[in-house]
């Protein structure tokens, strides 16, 4: 360590973990990650999308898109739509065996969908069709409270998706209270609080859609490599 010129955390809890293994701080970088602007281009309205998708055009829709390993607090949401029986859950992505597991919690449950794997392109299309997004990080490991940099919240501010999310130090690492609702991690009814918040206040949801979205700039994978460069040049001796 002592040797580089400098070192690109993805979190602030790797910022963390090098400045206690020596590195000093002026070394450190912390880019998040970042969202892809090509996925996003000409996407569809929220009626569009839904029609596109074969999804209820007047249902109050939570979607949550990602992967579905422990740490990612998806059994809780489940656990959470089965408070909330008059708003429809779509739950996008994952492993087969992880999709097995969560349609096990979820059976019974009328208004989950739970989607499995699709295409990369057509993630976009079921944000555009949310009213509301969620980030149910658990409290534990490590990687879910202090590393993760979640590629969905980047993408939520690239359609303006108001978003519930965790709060845990990895979250408000990314957003702020300004910006999104935060609720207790691993607490299926805090959870549900959190959403019918939302969904209680059109207003506010439209306003957090908004600041999020004003950031979206910032967070393009183009912005960020942009960044990282102009960094790495600084740190030349002879900068080109």
């Not at 957090?208 to 960020?224: C, M, N, V």
């Amino acid at each position: 360590m002592p040797k580089l010129d400098g070192v690109i955390a993805i979190s602030g809890g790797v910022r963390g973990d090098l400045l206690a293994l020596g590195v000093p701080d002026s070394k450190i970088l912390v880019e998040h990650d970042a969202f892809d602007t090509s996925r996003f281009d000409g996407l569809s309205s929220r009626p569009a999308a839904r029609k596109q998708l074969g999804l209820d055009p007047d249902a109050q829709l939570v979607v949550y898109t990602g992967g579905l390993l422990a740490w990612k607090g998806v059994e809780v949401l489940v656990q959470a739509a089965g408070q909330m029986p008059d708003v429809d859950f779509v739950i996008v992505g994952g492993m087969d065996a992880d999709v097995e597991r969560i349609r096990g919690l979820a059976a019974g449950l009328g208004n989950v969908q739970v989607l499995g794997f699709q295409a990369p392109d057509r993630v976009p299309l079921f944000l555009a069709a949310a009213d509301v997004g969620v980030v149910p990080n658990r409290s534990q490991p490590a990687i879910s409270s202090r590393y993760t940099s979640p590629l969905k919240v980047f993408e939520a501010m690239a359609v303006g998706l108001p978003l519930v999310v965790s709060d845990l130090p990895s979250m408000r690492d990314i957003v702020s209270d300004e910006e999104v609702r935060f609720v207790v991690p691993d607490d299926a009814t805090a959870l549900a609080d959190g959403i019918r918040s939302l969904f209680g206040d059109a207003n506010l949801r439209k306003e957090l859609g908004r600041r999020l979205s004003q950031r979206a700039d910032q967070h393009t994978f183009d912005a960020r490599a942009s960044r990282l460069l102009t960094w790495m040049r600084s740190r030349l001796p002879n900068p080109q």
